[in-house]
């Protein structure tokens, strides 16, 4: 049964930097497509970030495109979430998804799998 662990969440000052890691056990990771959403308090879960299998495609939700950045490496099984300039707008749980699709996908439906999420919180 594929588990999705992250890790690296934290509170943090505007304007730092933070990486989040999620790591895929029970499953073979180079054939999931991965991604990244938030949940801010009292909101939806929304969109972040997707990468697919091969690490040559991603896809970023405006609000973040330019600040983060979403890779893998499929040798450790691990996808990354790198945040830079944090804004306290970003403070949020932070989920890790998969799923076993050939695209990008940025719809919460569209992922099988889950994590338990780790929180950011980023203070002004």
């Known amino acids: 049964q594929v588990q999705l662990v992250e890790s690296g969440g934290g509170l943090v000052q505007a304007g730092d930097s933070l990486r989040l890691s999620c790591a895929l056990s029970?499953?073979?990771?180079?054939?999931?497509?991965m991604a990244w959403f938030r949940q801010p308090p009292g909101k939806e879960r929304e969109f972040v970030a997707s990468?697919?299998?091969?690490?040559?495609?991603?896809e970023y939700a405006d609000s973040e495109k330019g600040r983060f950045t979403i890779s893998r490496d499929n040798a450790r099984n691990t996808v990354y979430l790198q945040m830079n300039k944090l804004k306290p707008e970003d403070t949020a749980v932070y989920y890790c998804?998969?799923?076993?699709?050939?695209?990008?996908?940025?719809?919460?439906?569209?992922?099988?799998?889950w994590g338990q999420g780790t929180q950011v919180t980023v203070s002004s």
């Open positions: 990468i697919v299998r091969t690490g040559d495609e991603t």
């Open positions: 029970g499953g073979t990771f180079w054939l999931y497509t």
């Open positions: 998804a998969a799923d076993r699709s050939l695209h990008v996908q940025t719809y919460t439906y569209e992922y099988a799998y």
